[in-house]
């Protein structure tokens, strides 16, 4: 028994084993491995190896930078082209916005292997795009889109991604069954049906055009009491003529013309009559329009899959330079996407926040001693300016005493 066991285990291990598609951590040497596009000319703007102004680890967290301000980027890398059928999908990496970013894209595309990396700009077509985008106080979203059939298709719910300067970790999966999780630091903030979140597909159900409503439908839930009478003493005006109001002696009709009295509320009107309502007996509920299946619908249960894929790229537009990516992975597993999340960002999340507390901390003390360097300074000059007014003024004394004397 424990030995069957133990060979199951064995089996599971060997054939469980997480397929890692892509990895990249960006040593200095990612340059070897990733393409530069020129799409952009003299606009395009240069990735650099760094690890930032502050990090948890000055190797591991080395990614590539953002380096110039107002640019395009563009740099992909290719890898062994797969399908995912059958399959989960993980895609997944960090970014980190240490310049505090007010507008620009923080994700990533994948292409398939026919992707022309010189030329990547924002119009080549691509299979996925994911990650983080911020742009003002109204854009701090994280992007999920699908190309299928050719349109690119977004996500239609909200989800909200960081915006401090710290590294966050981003993962995309994407399961057979058509269902999808996104997670931000390893914890999930969204899943769901690819069907249900995306419009991959006209809706299954549609009004039926043919449908009416009865000419004859009642969809009045109360009515006018029939019986209920207006009484006698509702039909009064609202205003009369002021029953004490007197023609002025000195009018002059012909002068003045003909007079008529002052209108005031009258003291018997009763508002405007309402019937009392009574529930309407003929009274059917609110019609539904009936729905057809659409003979637009076709089901597909491979929404999730794609053939080809054999490429990852970066392809941003940025305001303010100085976002980080790093630790990309695309893999199959998910519990290995979590792992590998654990080992990289989670081992240095903490030490990166406190050297950049650190720093934070430094620099306050700096700037208060700075200040109080300039107010000590401030305060000597006046105290010399008073002096010399002093000197000054003890001079004009003497000098007019001086005067005196002569
Ligand atoms: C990742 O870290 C979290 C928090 O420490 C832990 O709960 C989780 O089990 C870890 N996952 C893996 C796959 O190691």
């Not at 105290?383 to 002093?390: C, K, Q, R």
Request: one cysteine or more.
């Amino acid at each position: 028994m424990k030995a069957a066991i133990l060979i199951i285990a064995l089996f599971g291990a060997v054939f469980c084993k997480e397929k890692i598609y892509f990895k990249e951590e960006f040593g200095d040497d990612f340059a070897d491995r990733w393409v530069e596009s020129t799409a952009k000319g003299a606009e395009q703007g240069k990735f650099v190896s760094s690890a930032g102004k502050f990090y948890g680890d000055a190797e591991k967290d080395k990614g590539i930078q953002t380096s110039q301000d107002a640019r395009f980027y563009g740099l992909s890398a290719k890898f062994d082209k797969f399908s995912n059928e059958g399959k989960t999908l993980v895609i997944q990496f960090t970014v980190k916005h240490e310049q505090n970013i007010d507008c620009g894209g923080g994700y990533a595309k994948i292409f398939s292997s026919d992707l022309e990396q010189t030329n990547m700009h924002g119009d080549s077509p691509y299979l996925i795009m994911f990650g983080p985008d911020i742009c003002g106080p109204g854009t701090k979203k994280v992007h999920v889109i699908f190309n299928y059939k050719g349109k690119n298709l977004l996500i239609k719910k909200d989800i909200r991604c960081k915006d401090d300067v710290y590294t966050h970790l981003y993962t995309l999966i994407v399961k057979p069954d058509n269902t999808y999780i996104v997670k931000i630091d390893n914890e999930k903030v969204e899943s769901g049906e690819l069907e249900a979140d995306w419009d991959f597909l006209p809706p299954k159900k549609i009004k039926d055009p043919e449908a009416k409503k009865p000419e004859d439908w009642d969809e009045r839930e109360n009515i006018d009491d029939p019986e209920d009478k207006k009484p006698e003493d509702y039909d009064k005006p609202e205003h009369i003529a002021d029953p004490d109001a007197k023609k002025p002696d000195d009018w002059d009709d012909e002068m003045d013309g003909e007079w008529e009295p002052p209108m005031i509320d009258n003291p018997e009107y009763k508002g405007e009559w309402k019937p009392k309502q009574i529930p309407n007996p003929d009274y059917k509920g609110k019609w539904v329009h009936p729905e057809i299946d659409n003979p637009e619908y076709t089901a597909d249960d491979e929404l999730y899959k794609y053939t080809d894929i054999g490429a990852i790229g970066f392809d941003l537009w940025q305001v303010k330079s100085g976002t980080i990516f790093d630790n990309v992975l695309i893999t199959d597993s998910e519990s290995y996407a979590e792992e590998y999340g654990n080992e990289t960002w989670g081992q240095t999340k903490e030490p990166e926040k406190k050297m950049k507390e650190k720093q934070d901390e430094e620099e306050s003390k700096k700037r208060e001693e700075e200040e109080k360097k300039q107010k000590e300074e401030d305060d000597a000059k006046k105290d010399d300016d008073e002096e010399e007014e002093d000197k000054e003024e003890e001079e004009d004394k003497e000098e007019k005493e001086d005067h005196d004397e002569l």
